[in-house]
């Protein structure tokens, strides 16, 4: 069974930088693994972030930025805002099974 | 502007078959390279894959769901139907919808979500 791993929980200080992981227990993260991000605040549905590894929504706030760090999907955020704080999920797509796994998510506090 | 909405019974008895339904605006599930997708989230856990639905009726599903799961659509409704099998009290989750691309492989629209518990 595939397994998408990610950092259980991290904290950030409001201004400062913080880089999420996203890493897959079959190897190393590529492009073709079309790496998504998502942002879910308490109560609402998740809201996409990221795309095809480093590709933003029209909504997407300048200071998230996604990409592929150690072999492993990332995404950064640079000047974190306390409205930042909230779970972030990963999302593989495995083309050879032709299906998706999510990570078991990142709750990101803004202390 | 595009929005999907899900919808289906909140409560359902153990070993009953749920059956959920994504009504979407703003696009069509007969435009090349779209599909719809089904997520589901536990209470207080994380996000789970279970299917999507492509415009050219092309379907996937999660491995270890994929004998108790269909996915249909009916363009001319803008609706994707989700059943789901022999519901079990694990099965308790929010059930999202969303609007996937083909190409880049993007889920970037997301339904509310519905919660349905499964309880006797």
């Known amino acids: 069974q595939t397994v998408v791993t990610q950092e259980p929980s991290l904290t950030v200080s409001p201004g400062g930088t913080v880089t999420l992981t996203c890493a897959s227990s079959?190897?190393?993260?590529?492009?073709?693994?079309?790496p998504n991000w998502f942002q879910q605040k308490p109560g609402q549905a998740p809201r996409a972030l990221i795309y095809s590894t480093n590709n933003k929504h029209s909504w997407t706030p300048a200071r998230f930025s996604g990409s592929l760090l150690g072999g492993k999907a990332a995404l950064t955020l640079s000047g974190v805002q306390p409205e930042d704080e909230a779970e972030y999920y990963c999302l593989l797509y495995y083309g050879g099974a032709q299906l998706w796994v999510f990570g078991g998510g990142t709750k990101l506090t803004v202390l | 502007q595009i929005t999907l909405k899900e919808s289906g019974p909140t409560l359902v008895k153990p070993t009953q078959t749920l059956t959920l339904t994504c009504t979407f605006s703003?696009?069509?599930?007969?435009?090349?390279?779209?599909?719809v997708g089904w997520i589901r989230q536990p209470p207080g856990k994380a996000l789970e894959w279970l299917a999507l639905?492509?415009?050219?009726?092309?379907?996937r599903y999660s491995p270890s769901l994929k004998s108790r799961l269909t996915i249909t659509k009916d363009t001319s409704k803008n609706q994707v139907v989700l059943t789901m099998t022999n519901m079990d009290p694990v099965d308790t989750a929010t059930y999202y919808c969303a609007h996937h691309y083909f190409d880049t492989t993007n889920f970037d629209y997301w339904g509310q979500g519905t919660l349905v518990t499964v309880s006797s």
């Open positions: 079959t190897g190393a993260v590529t492009s073709g693994y079309y």
């Open positions: 639905i492509y415009w050219d009726d092309d379907k």
């Open positions: 703003g696009f069509s599930l007969s435009s090349s390279g779209v599909g």
